[in-house]
């Protein structure tokens, strides 16, 4: 089973609108942490924000916030008043804390190509 | 203070080479991990180094391989290139701790092409 699902290959978003990016996951461990990256087409991985599994609030980072959903297993990103540089892939993100293999590992989606319009 | 470094940044070999690729993590960081990102597959994880030790290792063939120094700089090495190598290979740099917060910062990624 994948690990983190991303069903939005692309989305489309006016500037200064806000937009959703889904994100779903798969884990057992009690422990772990989830992470959104922004991807501009230079490559670079550029880290957004981290929600861990026993947070009690929503992360939020300026104009970045995880809508966490535990029960249903779902990090969202919301985007707040989008700007044109946001365009870029976004990437969700999963690792899965405690002792063992998978220390170290993320797990990736296969991200949401966002385009921002003027 | 400086991110994370790799170099080269491009480069472009023929089929049966070997190629080494280098990272130079944030400093402080005892952690590195690399990602193999192509569009048919994502990102995919290679291995993870923590203090000159491999900790974690990801579902690659033996031509794939990797070693870390005592400064935390890593090396990934493929021998014996084949077309399908061809992809951006991301290097993550952490502090390493045992939590799942453990943060990944990545570098710019070299982009590998084989012909």
């Known amino acids: 089973a994948q690990k983190i699902t991303q069903t939005q290959p692309g989305m489309f978003v006016q500037e200064k609108e806000a937009v959703t990016l889904d994100c779903t996951y798969d884990?057992?461990?009690?422990?772990?942490?989830l992470f959104w990256y922004k991807q501009p087409s230079s490559g670079e991985m550029i880290f957004l924000i981290y929600q861990g599994s026993y947070d009690q609030q929503n992360a939020t980072e300026g104009r970045y916030s995880l809508n966490f959903q535990k029960a249903r297993k779902s990090a969202n990103l919301v985007i707040s008043a989008s700007q044109l540089g946001d365009s870029a892939m976004y990437f969700c993100?999963?690792?899965?804390?405690?002792?063992?293999?998978?220390?170290?590992?993320?797990?990736f989606g296969r991200g949401t190509q966002l385009t921002v319009w003027p | 203070k400086a991110g994370v470094t790799q170099t080269p940044r491009y480069l472009i070999k023929t089929r049966g080479q070997q190629v080494t690729l280098s990272c130079s993590p944030i400093s402080g960081h005892r952690s590195v991990s690399w990602y193999q990102q192509t569009p048919g597959q994502g990102l995919q994880f290679l291995f993870e180094y923590f203090s000159e030790t491999q900790r974690n290792k990801g579902n690659f063939p033996g031509r794939f391989s990797g070693r870390q120094f005592s400064n935390s700089r890593s090396e990934m090495n493929v021998s014996t290139l084949e077309l399908g190598d061809s992809a951006l290979y991301l290097c993550a740099s952490s502090s390493g701790g045992s939590g799942s917060n453990d943060e990944q910062y990545f570098g710019p990624g070299t982009r590998l092409t084989v012909t």
């Open positions: 884990t057992s461990d009690p422990s772990y942490g």
């Open positions: 993100a999963m690792r899965e804390g405690g002792r063992g293999s998978t220390l170290g590992r993320l797990y």
